[in-house]
């Protein structure tokens, strides 16, 4: 090939070339209608066969030329990229489409060879040459796009070009540095890295057709997710939302509620309210018990606000709270977790996005108030609830819990106070378990055991938490011990005269004194039926003392003492009877 063809085919690429990157140049106007590109073919022959076949089932199919002597196949036009965008997530959903098919503006279609311009119908086929005519030149193949061509290209395209490319990349997560259009070497690993994944050979350079595919394909997202501008002005919020997942659905102060759009499975509060540390504290304890805050996942806290994120095999959820001259801002968002990759996007857009505007918060009057008021919702939202609570005693300094053993092997956690903790070990002949938190836990007391065993007919007081989800505080109860065997003669338990409820289950049993005398177990087995009502089930200390120093436990001996009055034993069993709950 001579000097001048090359040039020509060198000027060609580069006009390619700079008519793809001028689309990213300021003060360019986009066109008012997008098409759902499907193919490219290298003649006007293979063009028409395909045409054919598609206008059986796309009678809007259509053809242009392309630059370099491509034929182009199209679906549309369509009013706008976004009904464009929804058009070809549809067909491409059905199988209908090829999987690369993307949303064109239509600028680099040129004259249009299908349906015919003038009659609107197919053209027919190409005429047979006479036999004795010449055949018709094929087009000669599209000119090779260099590197040098595309790099030429990239400085043509200017600043605010380079930096929408950079949006891109991060849009889908390559990128993480400064969006500045310029080109330096994190931007062109980020490149590399993209094409890479892509099936492109990862040189750092975007030639024509890898920048159109990546731009197109980052727009194709933005408009199925709908990310949006929203100014909540009620809230005092100002935030991006994927408005295409979701959709506003009522006010529940502290929150705004915005429910799932179309089955998308995504949720979204935006948080406000006025208030201090202890409010803060408050708000993130209240978060952490709800059923969208699956209980795994990391968090924090601090005075100025808390992030708090919840990780399960269905829903992921990302909270993040801050207080700032005395109000309460932030934003929950909750996905199902088949859907991470994708909205870790979004979730980047909506913490770059999320401002407080103004000096105010959420109206606590907004929202129509529930008919029933319920315990187990927090504003509207479920609260995540634990299969079962009962009752536990402080034995040590270092937060040990003695409880009931009943059910705890089956937890996937156990809490004390909320606390996470484990089983440091279990008795099931004596029906009994010692707990321990898994950090530091300094209780306000520590139970002391009886030293001389109680007779029958003592006065005796039971402590739990009667009722877990309407008391945060034990409920004692008072009546007598009716005997120091079980209902089958075993000399580890007692009866007691005093009715309890499962709460109080694990929950010591006190003497006079305020000693501990026992500790409740459950109503349960064949020797339930036979109990009356008014009668508990304990395992009595005389028993648990030496299984309990003997793995490490030694409870403290009680002191000698008189009887006290019930409001002092009442206030004595505060100090150290403790809630425990089991979850899933």
């Known amino acids: 090939m001579g000097a001048g063809k090359r040039s020509a085919l060198r000027a060609g690429v580069l006009g390619m070339t700079l008519t793809v990157w001028a689309s990213l140049a300021p003060g360019l106007a986009a066109a008012d209608t997008a098409w759902v590109q499907i193919e490219a073919l290298p003649t006007l022959d293979q063009a028409q066969t395909r045409l054919r076949d598609l206008a059986t089932s796309f009678p809007d199919a259509a053809g242009f030329t392309l630059p370099g002597g491509w034929y182009g196949l199209a679906l549309g036009p369509y009013d706008t990229p976004e009904i464009a965008a929804e ?4 067909m491409r959903n059905a199988g209908l489409i090829p999987a690369d098919s993307y949303v ?5 279609f040129r004259a249009q060879f299908w349906p015919a311009a003038t009659t609107g119908a197919a053209p027919a086929s190409e005429p047979t040459p006479a036999p004795d005519a010449e055949p018709a030149p094929e087009p000669a193949p599209p000119p090779v796009e260099t590197l040098a061509d595309a790099r030429r290209a ?10 929408r490319v950079q949006e891109a990349l991060e849009w889908v997560g390559v990128y993480s540095g400064g969006v500045d259009g310029a080109f330096g070497r994190g931007t062109r690993a980020s490149i590399a890295a993209w094409q890479d994944s892509h099936g492109f050979e990862p040189t750092g350079v975007l030639k024509s057709a890898e920048l159109r595919q990546l731009l197109d394909g980052v727009a194709a997202e933005k408009s199925a997710l709908g990310l949006t501008p929203v100014e909540e002005t009620k809230a005092g919020i100002g935030i991006d939302l994927p408005l295409g997942l979701v959709e506003f659905d009522h006010y529940d102060p502290p929150f705004v509620h915005y429910r799932a759009k179309d089955a998308s499975g995504v949720r979204v509060l935006l948080i406000s309210e006025p208030g201090d540390q202890n409010t803060l504290y408050g708000l993130y304890d209240a978060m952490a018990s709800l059923e969208i805050v699956p209980t795994t996942g990391p968090r924090s806290r601090d005075k100025s606000g808390f992030s708090l994120v919840g990780e ?3 829903i992921h959820s990302v909270t993040e709270v801050r207080l700032s001259k005395g109000l309460i801002k932030g934003f929950t968002l909750v996905y199902p977790a088949a859907d991470a990759p994708r909205m870790a996007r979004v ?4 913490k770059t996005s999320f401002t407080a505007l103004g000096e105010t918060a959420l109206d606590p009057t907004l929202g129509q108030p529930m008919a029933v008021g319920r315990a187990d919702l927090i504003a509207g939202l479920d609260v995540r609830h634990p299969e079962f609570a009962r009752s536990g005693l402080f034995i040590d300094a270092k937060g040990a819990v003695l409880t009931a053993s009943e059910g705890l092997s089956a937890c996937g956690k156990v809490t004390i106070e909320g606390a996470p903790a484990k089983i440091a070990f279990a008795d099931p002949h004596l029906g009994i378990a010692v707990l321990q938190p898994l950090a530091p836990l300094a209780p306000p007391a520590v139970a002391r055991f009886e030293t001389v065993t109680a007779g029958r007919g003592a006065a005796l007081a039971v402590a739990g938490f009667s009722y877990p989800e309407a008391l945060s505080a034990p409920v004692v109860s008072f009546g007598t011990l009716s005997d120091l065997t079980g209902l089958a003669g075993e000399p580890e338990r007692a009866r007691l005269a005093v009715k309890t409820l499962p709460g109080d289950v694990g929950g010591p049993v006190l003497d006079g004194a305020g000693a501990v005398l026992g500790v409740v177990l459950p109503r349960g087995g064949e020797t339930a039926r036979l109990l009356p009502p008014e009668m508990t089930v304990a ?3 005389s028993a648990l003392v030496p299984v309990l120093a003997a793995r490490g436990f030694a409870p403290l001996p009680a002191e000698a003492g008189g009887t006290l009055a019930a409001e002092d034993i009442s206030a004595l069993a505060q100090g150290f009877t ?5 979850w899933k």
Request: charged share 25%; proline share 0%; with cysteine.
């Open 87 to 90: 058009a070809l997530r549809q």
């Open 104 to 108: 064109a503006d239509g600028s680099r």
């Open 154 to 163: 990239e400085e043509a395209m200017g600043r605010e070009g380079r930096m």
């Open 312 to 314: 399960d095999a269905q």
């Open 347 to 350: 979730l980047a857009a909506m």
């Open 539 to 541: 395992v009595q200390t």
């Open 578 to 582: 403790v809630q425990i709950a089991c």
